[in-house]
């Protein structure tokens, strides 16, 4: 017989069954397994069976099996180098002592081995990694099954509990030396998560983050990995990039991670048998807030979100104007869009309502793109501005004397919305007296009484809200005041550039009459830390 490569196989069939094993009389009877190896050495042209080994009523758990001696004293003698068997299963269940033989013996004697139906053939492959990994899948079918249902659970109750269970940890933070389930920020990743959140603020794209981070030669999350001295131990890890990449950069800046947020089980084997992660459904996942340290700040991430979902809309040219994508017409909600016209040799450009450019009506709301930025540029300046003052006020007063404030105007509040239940509850009940005494008809007690009621009910659901709140704030989860702090080192712009816009724009709404009203990112806080500012300069007064 002919090889192609030059090389004949000389095989031996190996069979087995075993009643023990729960092995089933017509898929895997001996007749059946005999027919299945010829039928594949027929298709072979490289292999010639010599002969086969049957062990019948011998369990896979052990490799005490008589033909199975006999088969390895030939192998040893040099007359065969070659095993085929069925499957996996019927050369052995137990793992580890399999695993000698297809990964240390085998190879020593140079004995080419082949399950057909598990895809595994030492012939095929230089690594013996490579074919242990079906292994694992198969063994004790009933075995993994348990055990794959088991550590679900488990993981599941740790993440519950906040604990870290991921394979690896993500890039910016490593597990903690005193509790492995915590996690603690890594200084230097840390703080190149943070320039990738910056310079996606400045307005770079992904590729021009990744581009950037090469050339300063800073290690991928794979890299950076391997130069700690951490092992994959993931499976969707291998192969992961050794430079930076769009794709790479995208998963840190969609990451909530960052922002302290545990967010696990977002993917999942759909059972133990399929290798494939499969993204699960959203309120399935385990959410912990406020988990470990944050890297980037709630409102920053956030920013850099809605810059994600805007890049999508930027012009083709890929100039990019830079409220590109922030202007809506006042009027109809629609998005504004950029034109331009060349008037004696001068470019002149102009936002107009997309809806009427369209022709979908509308009026034009068209507003010179110049004298806009200028205007907007002023608004934000006074915007940071004010940021910069009520900061310095806030750390003048000092953030912990700050929450205590809040926390006891935030107690006057509910003190004062109970009294306010209980009177109306007093004023409900004398209505009836009122009715009974003539005061009122019947109908104006129906009336009156419901009113009561109505206010009654919206008063408690005020309570709930205050007292959720006043929770908050002493549980310190409440006045961050770090997302001030991005705009203190601003001081005021000279010219509007994107970063400014992205962090500080949420939307800026065109009227017809030429006015524009800017809505601010960070509005309420600024109001609420306003507020008790006032508060607090009245009390002290
Ligand atoms: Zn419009």
């Not at 390895?72 to 299963?89: F, P, T």
């Not at 009506?361 to 010179?368: K, M």
């Not at 009122?440 to 008063?459: A, G, H, M, N, P």
Request: aromatic share 10%; net charge positive.
């Amino acid at each position: 017989m002919a090889a192609k490569n030059g090389v004949t196989y000389r095989a031996f069939a190996y069979l087995r069954l075993s009643r023990e094993d729960g092995d089933k009389e017509e898929s895997n009877s001996i007749a059946n397994q005999r027919q299945f190896i010829m039928d594949y050495v027929s298709r072979q042209d490289d292999i010639v069976l010599m002969r086969e080994y049957c062990d019948d009523g011998f369990t896979g758990t052990n490799f005490e099996r008589p033909r199975f001696r006999m088969m390895m004293s030939a192998i040893e003698r040099g007359e065969a180098d070659c095993v085929i068997v069925k499957d996996l299963s019927r050369f052995g269940r137990d793992y580890i002592d399999s695993g000698k033989y297809i990964q240390k013996i085998f190879p020593m004697l140079g004995v080419r081995f082949i399950a057909i139906n598990d895809n595994v053939d030492s012939g095929r492959s230089d690594r013996s990694d490579d074919l242990i990994i079906p292994f694992k899948n198969l063994i004790n079918d009933s075995y993994c099954r348990d055990l794959s249902l088991k550590l679900r659970g488990q993981f599941r109750v740790q993440r519950k509990k906040g604990e870290y269970i991921g394979a690896y940890v993500f890039f910016g933070y490593v597990k903690s030396k005193t509790d492995r389930h915590k996690l603690e920020i890594d200084p230097f990743a840390a703080d190149v998560v943070r320039e990738i959140f910056q310079m996606k603020l400045k307005g770079n794209s992904q590729q021009q983050i990744a581009d950037d981070l090469n050339a300063k030669g800073i290690p991928a999350p794979a890299e950076y990995k391997k130069l700690c001295g951490l092992k994959y131990q993931s499976g969707f890890q291998q192969g992961a990039e050794s430079c930076w990449t769009a794709v790479a950069v995208t998963r840190i800046l969609t990451n909530r991670i960052y922002t302290g947020c545990l967010e696990q089980g977002k993917r999942s084997t759909p059972n133990y048998k399929v290798k494939k992660m499969v993204e699960r459904p959203q309120d399935e996942w385990v959410v912990v807030e406020h988990n470990h340290e944050p890297i980037i700040d709630d409102k920053v991430f956030t920013a850099v979100q809605r810059v994600l979902k805007r890049d999508t809309r930027i012009s083709k040219n890929g100039v990019v104007r830079p409220l590109s994508g922030y202007l809506y017409c006042g009027d109809c909600k629609n998005q504004m869009v950029y034109r331009s016209v060349k008037r004696s040799g001068v470019i002149h450009g102009y936002y107009v309502c997309g809806a009427n450019r369209a022709g979908r009506g509308c009026s034009s709301h068209s507003f010179s793109a110049e004298k806009l930025e200028e205007a907007v540029l002023r608004a934000i300046n006074a915007w940071i501005k004010l940021v910069t003052d009520v900061r310095k006020d806030s750390q003048k007063l000092g953030d912990e004397r700050l929450k205590f404030y809040r926390a006891q105007r935030y107690d006057d509040l509910i003190e004062a919305k109970r009294r306010e239940i209980d009177d109306n509850k007093d004023y409900r009940m004398k209505l009836y007296e009122s009715l009974v005494d003539g005061v009122i008809t019947r109908e104006e007690y129906v009336t009156l009484r419901q009113r009561y009621t109505q206010k009654i009910e919206e008063c408690q659901e005020e309570l709930k809200r205050l007292e959720e709140e006043l929770g908050k704030i002493n549980d310190g989860l409440l006045m961050s005041c770090s997302w001030m702090d991005h705009f203190l080192q601003y001081g005021q712009a000279e010219s509007l550039n994107r970063e400014l816009v992205m962090l500080a724009v949420d939307q800026i709404f065109i009227y017809e009459d030429k006015r524009f009203e800017i809505v601010f990112n960070f509005k309420d806080e600024l109001e609420e830390i306003r507020k008790y500012l006032d508060y607090v300069s009245k009390e002290a007064g």
